[in-house]
């Protein structure tokens, strides 16, 4: 919301920044995993929300919670603590005060306690990688 208390998503556009610099800054509230194993959670009307509350984002989750996303982003855990899932489904615990940096990673946010965590999240656009080149030093 803005200052005048208007919703500016639509002026925004995508959560995800545009490549070669954008920015967003993103406060995040986690619930506990264990919220999604109540009988009341409806899984199909939270994709739905995201999808809605979270433009350019939502769109970019896999079912499981893993997601990539074409920025350099900067993670501050501001309260409670939180899992960082990687590939592999290495898990590593963070609380409040830790910092990640992420680059176009794979990962996803795992809740195993029983208190909302947050999180803010500032996230810089790539520009897209230049394809790498070797030159041989052959004659």
Do not use: C
């Not at 619930?31 to 939502?58: I, K, N, R, T, V």
């Not at 899932?85 to 290495?90: F, R, V």
Request: hydrophobic share 35%; no cysteine; proline share 8%.
């Amino acid at each position: 919301m803005s200052s005048s208390g208007e919703d500016i998503t639509t002026e925004v556009g995508s959560y995800v920044p545009e490549p070669g610099g954008g920015t967003r800054l993103l406060f995040v509230t986690i619930p506990p995993d264990s919220h999604m194993g109540l009988p009341s959670f409806d899984g199909s009307l939270y994709a739905a929300e995201q999808l809605e509350h979270g433009p350019g984002l939502g769109e970019l989750f896999e079912p499981d919670g893993m997601h990539t996303t074409p920025t350099v982003d900067y993670v501050i855990i501001l309260d409670g603590e939180l899992g960082l899932e990687l590939d592999g489904g290495k898990l590593t615990r963070l609380v409040a005060g830790d910092v990640v940096v992420q680059n176009a990673t794979r990962h996803a946010w795992r809740n195993n306690s029983d208190q909302p965590a947050r999180i803010a999240v500032v996230l810089i656009g790539a520009a897209p990688a230049e394809p790498a080149v070797r030159r041989g030093t052959g004659s």
